[in-house]
C-alpha cells in the first residue's frame, strides 16, 4: 500500500502535546491506495493572553474582549465601592498580560456603586458630633448657620436629607 501521510495539528484540551488526536480517514475505513491519511497531533490546551486594559472598563467591554480573544470561563464578583460607577472593573484575578489557558477561571471584581445606607438622624447633635456620625458614612457635610427660638445654640436644627431616608456612602 503506497499511502501519503499529512501532518496536521489542533489545540486539545483532553489530548497531551504531540499526542495523535484523530487520524483521518477513521481506522477500519476502507481508503484506495493512493490515498492520503492526516494524522492531527494536539497542540495542548489553548493558551491566550490576558489584555491589559480590564480593570477601570465597563464591565460588559471587559467580557467581550476576553471572549473576543478566546477565554471562556468568565465569573464576576460584585462590591460596593465608592466613588466608582456601576458596572467599573475594579480588579481581576488575571494578571494583564498573563498567558493563560482560554479555560481557565478569570474572575473580575465589579463596583456596585456607592453603597446603600440609611440616613442617621443628627438632630439636636452639636456640629462636631453630627460631622462624625455623617463621617462614618462617607457623608459630606454642609453646615447652615440658623436661628431657632426652641433649639439650644451650637446644635443641628435640621438636616437634609431627613433622618432615616434611603440614600448612598460618598
Given at each position: 500500500?503506497?499511502?501519503?501521510?499529512k501532518?496536521a495539528?489542533?489545540?486539545?484540551?483532553?489530548v497531551?502535546?504531540?499526542?495523535?488526536?484523530r487520524?483521518?480517514?477513521?481506522?477500519?475505513?476502507r481508503?484506495?491506495k493512493?490515498?492520503?491519511?492526516?494524522i492531527?497531533?494536539s497542540?495542548g490546551?489553548?493558551h491566550?493572553?490576558?489584555p491589559?486594559?480590564?480593570?477601570g472598563?465597563d464591565?460588559?467591554?471587559?467580557?467581550?474582549?476576553?471572549?473576543?480573544?478566546?477565554?471562556?470561563?468568565?465569573?464576576?464578583?460584585?462590591?460596593?465601592?465608592?466613588g466608582?460607577?456601576?458596572?467599573?472593573?475594579?480588579?481581576?484575578?488575571?494578571?494583564?498580560?498573563?498567558?493563560?489557558?482560554?479555560n481557565?477561571?478569570?474572575?473580575?471584581t465589579?463596583s456596585k456603586?456607592p453603597?446603600?445606607?440609611?440616613?442617621p438622624?443628627v438632630?439636636?447633635l452639636?456640629?462636631?458630633?453630627?460631622?462624625?456620625?455623617?463621617?462614618?458614612?462617607d457623608l459630606?457635610?454642609?453646615v447652615?448657620?440658623?436661628?431657632?427660638?426652641?433649639i439650644?445654640?451650637g446644635?443641628?436644627?435640621?438636616?437634609?436629607?431627613?433622618?432615616?431616608a434611603?440614600?448612598h456612602?460618598?
Amino acid at each position: 500500500i503506497d499511502l501519503a501521510t499529512k501532518a496536521a495539528t489542533a489545540y486539545d484540551d483532553t489530548v497531551a502535546v504531540d499526542h495523535v488526536i484523530r487520524v483521518n480517514p477513521e481506522m477500519g475505513q476502507r481508503i484506495r491506495k493512493d490515498s492520503t491519511v492526516t494524522i492531527t497531533t494536539s497542540l495542548g490546551v489553548e493558551h491566550h493572553e490576558v489584555p491589559a486594559d480590564l480593570v477601570g472598563n465597563d464591565i460588559k467591554d471587559a467580557t467581550s474582549a476576553l471572549t473576543e480573544i478566546g477565554f471562556d470561563n468568565l465569573k464576576t464578583e460584585e462590591i460596593y465601592r465608592t466613588g466608582t460607577k456601576v458596572g467599573q472593573v475594579l480588579d481581576s484575578s488575571a494578571q494583564a498580560g498573563a498567558s493563560l489557558p482560554h479555560n481557565g477561571l478569570i474572575t473580575l471584581t465589579v463596583s456596585k456603586g456607592p453603597e446603600p445606607i440609611i440616613v442617621p438622624p443628627v438632630r439636636g447633635l452639636t456640629e462636631d458630633k453630627a460631622k462624625t456620625e455623617l463621617a462614618k458614612f462617607d457623608l459630606g457635610v454642609k453646615v447652615d448657620q440658623a436661628f431657632s427660638d426652641t433649639i439650644e445654640k451650637g446644635l443641628v436644627i435640621s438636616q437634609s436629607p431627613e433622618a432615616q431616608a434611603n440614600g448612598h456612602r460618598g
